[in-house]
C-alpha cells in the first residue's frame, strides 16, 4: 500500500489547526507525529482513520483494490477499545472477524510486532 496525502488542512471548532500537510508513505514506513499540544496530532490521525474529514486536501490509497482509506488504517491509541478479560490473540481475532480479514493471523502479527510472549495474556496486564 502506498498513502498520499496531499495539500491536507483541518479545522476544528473553528480554528485552523494545520494547513498543506503532504506526504508520501510506501509499503512498510512508518510516519512519526509530533507537536505541541493542540498542534493536530489526534486530529491529523483521526482524518488518516476516517473518523474525520479533512477540510481541504487529498488523500489517497494505491494497492489497496476496491478497500477504502479507513478499512486499510487503523488508529490504536493508549484508550484502545480491547476487551479486557480477553487475551492479545484473541482480541485480534475478534478484530479479524469483525473486520472479516481472514487474513490476518493474530499470532503472526503479534509476532511481527515483537509481542509473541503476550498472546496468552489477558490485555488488561499489559502495558497501555
Known sequence: MRLIAED???RRSGRRIFAGLSFTLEAGEALTVTGRNGAGKSSLLAILA???????GRLAAEGVGERT???CLHVVGHRDGLKGALTAEENLAFARDLLSDADL?????????GLAHAAGLPVAYLSA
Open 69 to 71: 482509506i479507513p478499512e
Open 8 to 10: 491536507l488542512a483541518c
Open 50 to 56: 476516517g473518523r474525520l474529514r479533512p477540510e481541504a
Open 105 to 113: 493471523e493474530p499470532r503472526a502479527a503479534l509476532a511481527r510486532l
